[in-house]
C-alpha cells in the first residue's frame, strides 16, 4: 500500500514538473520577446487571423516559428522581426511582425481545424512604411454551386484574405478538387 502511494506521489509530482517545464517556456518566450522589442515605428505590422491558430513561419530566408518546437528563433529575435500583443503573462497573447518596408516572401502556418494539421500558405508582397497588414483566413461559403454529388458534397474553398489597414487588397482561395482532394492557393480578383 505504501509502495503505490510513493509511486502516485512521484507519478504526479512528475506530470506538475512537465507542465510547469511547459508553461515556464511560454513565459521564458515571452519575456524575450519583449525584450526584443526594439525598431523603428515606421515599420509595417503583420498579424494573421481567423484560424484556431497561426504562426509565421519565415520572412524570406529567416525563421521565425520553429516547425517542430514551435517557438521563436534566435535569428528572428536578434532581427527584431517579433512583436507581442497583450500581456506577457498572457497564455491568449498574439505574436505578429514588425518589418521594415520592402517585398518580402512570407510564409504562414495555418491551423484551421487542429494544433495537428497545418496549412501552409506563400505569399510575395511589397509591404509599406506605416500600415497594419493582416492575413485572414476563412472557408467561402457563398460559392456552393450544384452538379454532380461529389462536387456538392466537397468542403467550401479554404481562402485567406490580405487586408491593409482593414481594406482587403488581395485574396487566394484553394478550391477543393474532388479528384484529387488537393488544390493549390490561386490568387482571385477583389
Known sequence: MIRIFGRNVV???????????????????????????????????????????????????????????????EQALHQGLVRLQGSVFSPANSMYLSVPAQQYELVIRFYPISPDRAETFHVIHRFKANQRYTFKMYRDRSKHTGGSLLNVSAPEPLCVELEQESHPIRRFCRPFDAVTGLGEFIEQRI
Do not use: M
Open 11 to 73: 507519478l504526479a509530482a512528475s506530470l506538475g514538473i512537465l507542465a510547469g517545464c511547459q508553461s515556464t517556456n511560454h513565459v521564458v518566450d515571452t519575456l524575450r520577446i519583449k525584450q526584443a522589442e526594439t525598431g523603428l515605428s515606421s515599420n509595417a505590422t503583420i498579424y494573421c487571423t481567423g484560424a484556431k491558430q497561426c504562426e509565421f513561419e519565415r520572412i524570406n530566408t529567416t525563421i521565425i516559428v520553429d516547425p517542430q518546437n514551435h517557438r521563436v528563433t
